[in-house]
T-cell receptor, first 112, second 114 residues
Framework: DQQVKQNSPSLSVQEGRISILNCDYTNSMFDYFLWYKKYPAEGPTFLISISSIKDKNEDGRFTVFLNKSAKHLSLHIVPSQPGDSAVYFC???????????FGQGTTLQVKP | DAGVIQSPRHEVTEMGQEVTLRCKPI?????LFWYRQTMMRGLELLIYFNNNVPIDDSGMPEDRFSAKMPNASFSTLKIQPSEPRDSAVYFC????????????FGSGTRLTVV
């Protein structure tokens, strides 16, 4: 069973506009959430995270929102740049195990 | 530090053959993880080690898969016998104290079983 789901396999946006990537989870025991970014032929790299006690975390152009009641989080990129084109993975930490559970990934394409 | 080093980068093998993937974690990291990336399931955790000891192997698909970490600087993931459905990208990652924002991934091994 997929505990972390990214239902949109791909997203295409125009440079300068906002990119919104979505993620849903099923396990209420998750207490920490992260977004990783992956370029082709490279491993994923950490982008931004949020604790379950918060509903928003911002780092430059990147903001993550958490809605615990809906078990939903999203990553906003504003403004989007062509260099942001990559696969974005949502991930969650299972508190009592420390295990990092990933979603399927969303491929973002930012067009110049 | 050169980061997490995986070898080979690409592996093409015939069904039924044994495949061994290798990983050198970052020096000083005490956790090592093996993940598999597929289109359908994204990044799946296969197994992870703490101080060279396997902690959780519940993600290992079946008995054909095995992993070892003989010392702090080396780990292997072995598939014997390999099957076409094992084709995927396999990633190794390491971290200090299992800090989720501190995972460093290798570049992966793309495995193709024909």
């Amino acid at each position: 069973d997929q505990q972390v789901k990214q239902n949109s396999p791909s997203l295409s946006v125009q440079e300068g506009r906002i990119s919104i990537l979505n993620c849903d989870y099923t396990n209420s025991m998750f207490d920490y959430f992260l977004w990783y970014k992956k370029y082709p032929a490279e491993g994923p790299t950490f982008l931004i995270s949020i604790s379950s006690i918060k509903d928003k975390n911002e780092d430059g152009r990147f903001t993550v929102f958490l809605n615990k009641s809906a078990k939903h989080l999203s990553l906003h990129i504003v403004p989007s740049q062509p260099g942001d084109s990559a696969v974005y993975f949502c991930a969650a930490v299972l508190g009592n195990t420390g295990k990092l559970i990933f979603g399927q990934g969303t491929t973002l394409q930012v067009k110049p | 530090d050169a980061g997490v080093i995986q070898s080979p980068r690409h592996e093409v093998t015939e069904m039924g053959q044994e495949v061994t993937l290798r990983c050198k974690p970052i020096s000083g990291h005490d956790y090592l993880f093996w993940y598999r990336q597929t289109m359908m399931r994204g990044l799946e955790l296969l197994i992870y080690f703490n101080n060279n000891v396997p902690i959780d192997d519940s993600g290992m698909p079946e008995d054909r898969f095995s992993a070892k970490m003989p010392n702090a600087s080396f780990s292997t993931l072995k598939i014997q016998p390999s099957e076409p459905r094992d084709s995927a990208v396999y990633f190794c990652a390491s971290s200090f104290r299992q800090a989720p924002d501190g995972y460093t991934f290798g570049s992966g091994t793309r495995l193709t079983v024909v």
